[in-house]
Structures are given as structure tokens and as C-alpha cells.
């Protein structure tokens, strides 16, 4: 097609590489609403240099003496099973549980890495399982020493999107007034907030894509200043094209929101 007008000739010019001045990876840094994009299905990061890994060695050495405590629904749950499937760790089983819920634990002691799962407490919508196992998010991170070698990861949204906003506002307002406490006491713990992603709900107004956005926002709020890491999982699952939306992410989605964890863990 043509294009009329003048000048006839249009020049157009080699522009400035997106990539090209990023900041090493490191707490407290802020999320541009674009916050990165997909090129050949591999995620650039525009926050910072993000970590891609192409062996089992290099997940190893990055997460090596790590503890992690991950807490929330089963999209962060997603996190603790891939890791556990790429480190091959061995699971602990703890009596009364379900794998739904956790609480899960798994090592590699050879690397004395440590990965925790604990869902989060009501409102839930999930099998049965043991009320003892339910505690809040705000009351598990009350009872953490914390220190360098702690990372705790934590995401809430897909369980309170059939709620007022307001009961999720009060829910995340008491998880970061725990957060402010723990960094008090143990400013070197790394702390790791994942956002929602996209997941295309079949019931709109159960979950779907509006209602998790509007709690997204509230989240996003609330931890704005705080000297945290957000994994922008909203973007990362928005921005791919060749998988359907679901509210659990495939396994190259996910595996890359742990690759953009790990950059923080071991900034490049």
C-alpha cells in the first residue's frame, strides 16, 4: 500500500535499544507499566537484567544455601513444583496434608536448599483439608527469624476475587504491615511479591481477567515504596500469545517468573 502526503520520502532511524541500559536486579526497584516483552518466547525484562538458565547446575549454584517460604494460592504453589521438578528435590510428606494446600516442604541436601509451600488462610476454594494447616499469611511471616539466606514469596488474588475489594484491601494491608516488621528485624530477608496473571475465568463473576485485575491494582498499591521485588506475572502471562489463558500459567510461563525471581536472588 502506498502512502500519499508529503515528504515523499520517509527516513527512518535505528532507535535507542531498549535492553541496552538496564539496572542489575535488586529489591526496591520500580515496575514500568510495560514492564517487558517476549522475543522468541524468552521474557526480556525492562525493570532490570533478568537471569536465564540452561542447565540444572545454574539453577543449583543461584539458589544454593536458600531457604524459601513460598505463601498463597496455587499459582505461587506453581512455583514449589517446578522448582522441586527442575532441582529434583526430595519431598518431605507432612502427616494430615494434601498437596492442594501444604503445608509442602522439599530438599536438596547436597546444595542445602529448602523450598516451603503454605496456602494461605480463608476465604479458599479448595478440597478438604485440615483447618490446623490454615494460618494467615500475616501470622506466618510474625513468626519468621528471617536473615541473608530467607526468601519469601507471596501472592494473593485468585481465592478473593468473588469478594469486595475491601475485604481483600484489609487482607493485603495486614500482610504488608507483617512485611514492614519483618524487614525491621531482618532488613537482608528477600521479599518477593508475584502478581496475578491472566486467567480467563469461565465464570466472570467468580474469577476472570477484570476481576483479578481490579485486586492486582489494589496489591500493586499497597506495596508501592516498599523495598520488595515484584514479579510482574500480569505482564508476563499478558504478553504471550501462543498459549490460552488459564489461571494456572504453562510450564515455560512459569518457569520464567521463577528465572526473574532468581534475578534477584543472584543479580547478574
Known amino acids: 500500500m502506498s502512502i500519499s502526503g508529503f515528504p515523499s520520502q520517509l527516513n527512518v532511524t535505528k532507535g535507542r535499544d531498549p535492553l541496552g541500559n538496564r539496572r542489575r536486579c535488586v529489591r526496591g526497584l520500580v515496575t514500568p507499566q510495560i514492564s517487558g ?12 537484567k533478568n537471569r536465564h538458565f540452561s542447565s540444572q547446575a545454574g539453577w543449583q549454584q543461584c539458589l544454593k544455601g536458600k531457604t524459601l517460604y513460598l505463601m498463597g494460592d496455587s499459582s505461587i504453589r506453581q512455583w514449589w513444583e517446578h522448582l522441586v521438578r527442575i532441582l529434583e528435590m526430595k519431598e518431605t510428606h507432612i502427616p494430615d496434608t494434601i498437596h492442594a494446600t501444604g503445608p509442602l516442604l522439599a530438599r536438596d541436601p547436597v546444595n542445602k536448599i529448602t523450598l516451603n509451600y503454605r496456602t494461605h488462610g480463608p476465604p479458599r476454594r479448595c478440597p478438604f483439608t485440615r483447618t490446623f494447616h490454615l494460618k494467615y499469611v500475616a501470622n506466618i511471616i510474625d513468626e519468621m527469624d528471617g536473615g541473608p539466606n530467607d526468601v519469601v514469596g507471596i501472592t494473593l488474588w485468585a481465592h478473593f476475587t468473588s469478594y469486595p475489594v475491601e475485604v481483600y484491601r484489609k487482607r493485603i494491608k495486614a500482610v504488608r504491615a507483617a512485611i514492614e ?10 521479599v518477593v511479591i508475584k502478581s496475578a496473571n491472566t486467567c480467563n475465568g469461565n465464570n466472570e463473576l467468580i474469577v476472570g481477567d477484570w476481576l483479578a485485575h481490579k485486586l492486582d491494582l489494589i496489591m500493586r498499591e499497597m ?3 516498599m523495598n520488595v521485588v ?10 504471550q500469545h501462543w498459549h490460552r489463558d ?6 515455560d510461563i512459569v518457569v520464567q517468573e521463577l528465572e526473574f525471581l ?3 536472588i543472584c543479580p547478574l
Open 37 to 48: 516483552f517476549y522475543r522468541n518466547g524468552v521474557w526480556k525484562s525492562l525493570v532490570c
Open 181 to 190: 516488621r519483618l524487614l525491621h528485624r531482618s532488613p537482608e530477608t528477600l
Open 223 to 225: 506495596f508501592r515504596g
Open 230 to 239: 515484584l514479579v510482574d506475572a500480569w505482564e508476563m502471562t499478558s504478553a
Open 246 to 251: 488459564t489461571i494456572h500459567p504453562a510450564e
Open 262 to 264: 532468581c534475578s534477584f
